[in-house]
């Protein structure tokens, strides 16, 4: 098995990753305001929970997907089939992005200013005998 004679240095391969791991970096901390913003403070550990399942649960089926991608693309028969896997499996991953994308430019929340409602502070109630 030869590797092919060319093949693509780093700096070739470093814009695209930087982008890729800044937009993880910027999406992130959106995401998790707008869920943890949507429901109510005594709701909160409920939200994030949710939350974190469903990034999880996102993260186990990308992996699924794309590693069905790569396989259906003659997955490693080759170093060339490799190559042609990791293609169409990373045009995968790019449009899978790109709907969630569109799907969260749609999606409902906040209006500027609005606050989450806090909840109502427990009554405090004196201890007896002490």
Excluded: H
Aim: proline share 8%; glycine share 14%; net charge positive.
């Amino acid at each position: 098995m030869r590797w092919p004679a060319r093949t693509p240095g780093y700096l070739v391969l470093l814009a695209p990753l930087a982008f890729g791991g800044i937009g993880i970096a910027v999406s992130l901390p959106s995401t998790i305001n707008v869920a943890l913003s949507s429901a109510p403070m005594e709701d909160m550990g409920v939200a994030s929970g949710a939350n974190n399942a469903m990034r999880e649960l996102g993260g186990v089926f990308g992996v699924a997907f794309l590693g069905a991608m790569f396989a259906a693309n003659r997955g490693y028969a080759t170093p060339a089939a490799a190559i042609d896997g990791f293609r169409a499996a990373l045009f995968l991953g790019g449009a899978m992005a790109l709907v969630g994308m569109i799907i969260a430019m749609f999606a409902p929340g906040r209006r500027p200013g609005e606050a989450a409602t806090p909840a109502a502070p427990e009554p405090k109630v004196a201890k007896a005998g002490g």
